[in-house]
């Protein structure tokens, strides 16, 4: 189960190698369409700053974490294992089932419903 089709570079390279290996395939992708919390945003600067200037342990970092950023853009890795890989066009051919999991916690279960939708799915 996926929440989109855009990936990990890392997970996009498992499946790489499970559609190149002579004994796996994926069959069927499962698409989480329930609703998605959206990122949250950013405080202000000022706000941001204050809470740096304010914070002991986050101001005795402030420089290191200037140096990190400044460091990570100027010498940015091009195999990074966390950048988003759209895998849309490597699950092209993968019939892809949306369905809207019952979260209780940290738990998400299909309703039966979904379940014989994903059973059907084998023989699609």
Known sequence: MMDSLTLPAWAATIVDHIQQSNFARIESVILNAGEQPPPAKPAPLPIR????????????QLLYSLYFKWDARRCAIPNEPVRAVDCS???ADCPIIS???????????????DLEI???SKFI
């Open 118 to 120: 994903v059973r059907l």
């Open 49 to 60: 700053l204050w809470r740096i200037l304010w914070d002991k342990r986050r101001r005795s």
């Open 89 to 91: 066009g490597k699950l």
């Open 99 to 113: 369905v809207v999991p019952i979260a209780k916690g940290f738990t998400h279960r299909f309703s039966p419903d």
